[in-house]
């Protein structure tokens, strides 16, 4: 059997970052189009959003952007394209007119079993490709702590800070 060259992998640690966006991007375009085949109207992202307002009924875009740890503008960016599909609508907080709370539509909670159907499937795929690397998940976690109590960035300035001593 021929190998085909990986030179992402050749680089090592050199080529994480690329290899984790390659994986991403093919799960990505993968799930775009299952859910093309599935005739479902919806963007691969917005299963975060579906599932934050299933389980709370109402939101703000700073709280579903603060429980995703996604920046202000990619929520905003993700919530106006459900908007547009129907999926989800925006109610004046009782509170406080300059906030919206964000829900559901009736629409969404319509096809909302439907599309947990495939994102449990999804999952359990998930768990199927991981079996036998259980500590993957939690190495990930690791990482993602790590960076967050301490960027990239500021670790490599750290190391070429110590070169120069």
């Known amino acids: 059997m021929h190998m085909k060259e990986d030179y992402l ?3 090592g640690h050199l080529g994480l970052i690329a290899r984790l966006k390659r994986l991403s991007d093919s799960m ?3 799930i775009r189009d299952l859910y093309k085949l ?3 109207d919806i963007e691969p992202n917005w299963h975060l959003v579906f599932l934050i307002l299933k389980k709370h009924e109402r939101r703000t875009m700073t709280q579903i952007s603060d429980s995703l740890g996604l920046s202000q503008p990619a929520v905003v960016k993700i ?3 459900m908007k547009k599909k129907g999926y989800v609508e925006a109610a ?3 509170r406080d007119n300059r906030k919206k709370q964000l829900q559901l539509s009736r629409k969404a909670i319509e096809e909302l079993p439907a599309f947990e159907e495939v994102w449990k499937a999804g999952q359990a795929t998930i768990e199927g490709l991981l ?3 259980e500590t993957f998940t939690s190495q990930l976690e690791n990482l993602e702590d790590l ?3 301490r960027n990239f960035r500021d670790r ?3 190391k070429l800070s110590q070169k120069k001593r």
């Open 28 to 30: 990505l375009y993968s």
């Open 147 to 149: 960076i967050e109590y």
């Open 92 to 94: 004046g907080d009782a």
């Open 9 to 11: 992998k050749e680089l």
């Open 156 to 158: 490599v300035l750290d």
């Open 38 to 40: 599935k005739d479902f």
């Open 131 to 133: 079996k036998d690397n």
């Open 79 to 81: 919530i106006n394209k």
